[in-house]
């Protein structure tokens, strides 16, 4: 069965450091993956996506993620955090195509620390 | 571009009553879904459709449960008796699909609807 599983229910990092959020996904056929960010009581904010091509790929707030195929991996990345970035973070996969319906993870809580 | 807006923002409700959501999706955007999610998980799909048509439900969408989209423009969730379970953020996302293409278009979310059972 399809699933993504985000290992870090809860992560804590200092201000100024750097940040990787963990994904994995179960998916038979080439996978639409995506990252969402998520504010108390807000909607979800596409932070990037991977369909084809580049593995590394960038997206907004200085984000980037890079798909792994031999590790079903999906893993977000940030080299400086910020204290905005403090929100819940859900990585997605496109169920046959990213206008069909996506399959959640659980979420990351980041908390950032002064 | 406005986003996806929903409405209302926050529901109470008694148990047994019934409730109706509303969503309008980005004006170009073909393809609605609906998902729910509850504290400490993910959303979840509901059901979704491209223009007026209900292209497919989850299991979890009960017979209590009723989307429609009658003019393939906004959409509405009812929910009919409810029940404690049904407490929820009820999340609206709306995307464009392109016929022929390899569907990549990402799905864009409204802020919720959220649900409180009393």
């Known amino acids: 069965a399809q699933s993504v599983t985000q290992p870090d229910i809860h992560i804590t990092v200092s201000e100024g450091a750097s940040l990787e959020l963990r994904c994995n996904y179960s998916?038979?056929?080439?996978?639409?993956l995506f990252w969402y960010v998520q504010s108390p009581g807000q909607g979800l904010q596409l932070l990037l996506k991977?369909?084809?091509?580049?593995?590394l790929v960038q997206g907004i707030k200085g984000f980037e993620a890079e798909f792994k195929r031999s590790q079903s991996s999906f893993n977000l990345r940030k080299p400086s955090v910020h204290w905005s970035d403090a929100a819940e973070y859900f990585c997605?996969?496109?169920?046959?195509?990213?206008?069909?319906?996506?399959?959640f993870g659980t979420g990351t809580l980041l908390a950032v620390q002064p | 571009d406005t986003g996806v807006s929903q409405n209302p923002r926050h529901k109470i409700t008694k148990r047994g009553q019934n409730v109706t959501f509303r969503c309008d999706p980005i004006s170009e955007h073909n393809r609605l879904y609906w998902y729910r999610q509850t504290l400490g998980q993910g959303p979840e799909f509901l059901t979704y459709?491209?223009?007026?048509?209900?292209?497919?439900k989850s299991r979890l969408l009960s017979d209590r449960f009723s989307a429609e989209r009658p003019k393939g423009s906004f959409s509405t969730l009812e929910i009919q008796r409810t029940e404690q379970g049904d407490s929820a953020m009820y999340l609206c996302?709306?995307?464009?699909?392109?016929?022929?293409?390899?569907?990549?278009?990402?799905?864009?979310f409204g802020d919720g609807t959220r649900l409180s059972i009393l």
């Open positions: 459709f491209q223009n007026e048509a209900q292209l497919e």
């Open positions: 998916y038979g056929a080439t996978p639409y």
């Open positions: 996302a709306s995307s464009l699909y392109l016929p022929g293409s390899h569907s990549n278009q990402p799905q864009h």
């Open positions: 991977y369909f084809s091509g580049d593995t």
């Open positions: 997605a996969v496109g169920y046959g195509g990213a206008t069909n319906k996506l399959i």
